[in-house]
């Protein structure tokens, strides 16, 4: 037959329920630094305003999340990238989606218009904000065959 110490096994219990949640604490501070930084690839191509304006609204707040952001802008959403560009501005905030993609390219994300979006307007590469250049499809191709990227179309 067993015997038991009960002092011994209620000081055990005792200690495990102040060690056991500092030890998982502290392993899941370890895990989210640990953690490689998501890779987000938003393709626009809506000419919708407000579609134009949620997936920038997406596209910052998963950069403030930590997410490396690309964008790829296509058909008429490729105009947001203009230095002409003027918008129509949605509430709540009073933004149009072309200053959300300007904070966008300020807090680094690397944008991209389609590879076909210049030579099928009256539009040149001077004309497009400072920080967006033409896409190529094997960059683009490649991206999206990455695994490492989760890609949201708009």
Known sequence: ????NT???LAALAAATFVLPALADNHQKTADSQAPSAKALVILSDSSVQTQGMAMVLGNTMSDQGAEV???LCDQAGDLALKSYQGVALKPKDLTPGQMLRRLIKEG??????ALYLPNSTHSQADLLEGVSVATPPEMAAQM???AFRIFSF
Request: overall charge positive.
């Open 109 to 114: 994300a690397t944008v991209k218009v389609c």
């Open 1 to 4: 037959m067993i015997r038991l």
């Open 7 to 9: 002092g011994l096994l």
């Open 145 to 147: 065959l990455d695994p």
């Open 70 to 72: 690309h964008v790829l």
